[in-house]
């Protein structure tokens, strides 16, 4: 089986998953995201919250949500995926993913976010060093909800 061909049944079986995984959460869904090795399958609903109550066919993908500034001048928020439960660490009594100071780059994982058993990473989208974790181990967080405040790492000029 080609690479591609590998790609489109991975693909079809993530599909398949957030379909199931929709069908069977009690709430509104707003986004998910599941991924298999390198391949990701994000979803996101947009309008009013009884639309996403309902479980879709065919769902629109959309790009990710862009790291935004927070209210502090300087900052930058890396923020919640779902809503679920924010995990520093992999696993209890392991070293978290970072502390403060420790400098990040994008794509890094910062944190996790358990949200109905699946374990969502939680990336650095830009460059900084943390500066602040804004949550606290094991607390529930809403989507978009920022987790850690980085400073944007400054311009080299060679």
């Known amino acids: 089986m080609s690479a591609a061909g590998h790609s489109d049944e991975v693909l079809d079986g993530l599909?398949?998953?957030?379909?199931?995984?929709?069908?069977?959460?009690?709430?509104?869904?707003?986004?998910?995201?599941?991924?298999?090795?390198?391949?990701?399958?994000?979803?996101?609903?947009?309008?009013?919250?009884?639309?996403?109550?309902?479980?879709?066919?065919?769902?629109?993908?959309?790009?990710?949500?862009?790291?935004?500034?927070?209210?502090?001048?300087?900052?930058?928020?890396?923020?919640?995926?779902?809503?679920?439960?924010?995990?520093?660490?992999?696993?209890?009594?392991?070293?978290?993913?970072?502390?403060?100071?420790d400098l990040v780059r994008p794509g890094q994982v910062v944190g996790i976010v358990e949200a109905m058993k699946l374990m969502n990473e939680v990336t650095a989208d830009q460059p900084g060093r943390v500066v602040e974790i804004l949550v606290e181990d094991g607390k529930p967080v809403e989507y978009d909800q920022p987790l850690l405040a980085l400073e944007p790492l400054a311009e080299r000029s060679d």
């Not at 957030?18 to 995201?33: D, I, M, N, Q, S």
Request: avoid cysteine.
């Open 15 to 101: 599909r398949r998953q957030a379909r199931k995984l929709v069908a069977e959460l009690a709430g509104p869904v707003r986004r998910v995201r599941l991924r298999s090795g390198e391949t990701v399958l994000e979803v996101e609903w947009h309008g009013p919250a009884e639309a996403a109550a309902a479980p879709r066919t065919d769902p629109e993908p959309v790009a990710a949500p862009v790291v935004e500034p927070t209210t502090v001048p300087d900052r930058l928020a890396v923020r919640a995926p779902v809503v679920g439960t924010f995990y520093r660490s992999p696993e209890p009594g392991a070293a978290p993913f970072v502390t403060v100071g």
